[in-house]
């Protein structure tokens, strides 16, 4: 079971916006430590999407964004394309653990 | 542009070690802006960060794994290197090495920028 909490899937149609939430405790997302999010694509690596809560690296559309509330961090991608289809999961440091943990992942399926 | 690229055995005998190695093309492992992680993946599960490395030898280990876990870095060869010890079936994954920024603020609000395109590593005899 991992340490943050993701919807094991979802899905939406093209040109819709989808929410991906994860969950966390006072040890890493309510202690504040920085929310990052990947996307995988089948057999490739994963893809840093947000760092930092809200930060795109470059080359990453803005129809990726990132939020945080509480322990609770969202990716929001609007515009929904068909390259869009993959894994999404993410990232935090917990302080309780001494390490980075991650979501177990939301498989999004664009319809 | 950095490139990472992992290498080592694809398979594993249970209760020995896996040893796998990060090389770094198109930049360097002692470039004092980055640490160096390595990550796993088992099939058709989520990623689990096993440890991270400085290029000064300073080491971030998984605490489920550090009993297990050395990683080391080799500046002249530009690279850095996994051990993992008494390996059993669940160590089969998928093996990605990644680069890490280290900001102002540390490395809790930085991601994994660069990854590897990974190498699989199966336990079986």
């Known amino acids: 079971q991992s340490v943050l909490t993701q919807p094991p899937s979802v899905s939406g149609a093209p040109g819709q916006t989808v929410t991906i939430s994860c969950t966390g405790t006072?040890?890493?997302?309510?202690?504040?430590?920085?929310i990052n999010w990947y996307q995988q694509l089948p057999g490739r690596a994963p893809k840093l999407l947000i760092y930092?809560?809200?930060n795109r690296p470059s080359g990453v559309p803005d129809r990726f964004s990132g939020s945080k509330s509480g322990s609770s961090a969202s990716l929001a991608i609007t515009g929904l394309q068909a390259e869009d289809e993959a894994d999404y999961f993410c990232?935090?440091?917990?302080?309780?653990?001494?390490?980075?943990?991650f979501g177990g992942g939301t498989n999004l399926t664009v319809l | 542009q950095l490139q990472l690229h992992e290498s080592g055995p694809g398979r594993v005998k249970p209760s020995e070690t896996l040893s796998l190695t990060c090389s770094l093309s198109?930049?360097?492992?002692?470039?004092?802006?980055?640490?160096w992680d390595w990550i796993r993946q088992s099939p058709g599960k989520g990623l689990e960060w096993i440890g991270t490395?400085?290029?000064?030898?300073?080491?971030y280990y998984n605490p489920y794994l550090t009993s297990r876990v050395t990683i080391s870095v080799d500046t002249s060869k530009n690279q850095f290197s996994l051990s993992l010890n008494f390996v059993t079936a669940a160590d089969t994954a998928l093996y990605f090495c990644?680069?890490?920024?280290?900001?102002?603020?540390?490395?809790?609000?930085?991601?994994?920028?660069?990854w590897g395109q990974g190498t699989t590593v199966t336990v079986s005899s």
């Open positions: 990644s680069r890490h920024p280290l900001t102002s603020v540390g490395l809790y609000y930085s991601g994994m920028d660069v």
């Open positions: 198109g930049g360097s492992i002692s470039d004092n802006n980055y640490y």
């Open positions: 490395i400085y290029y000064s030898g300073n080491t």
């Open positions: 006072s040890s890493n997302i309510g202690a504040g430590y920085g």
């Open positions: 930092g809560y809200i």
């Open positions: 990232q935090s440091y917990d302080s309780s653990l001494s390490g980075w943990v």
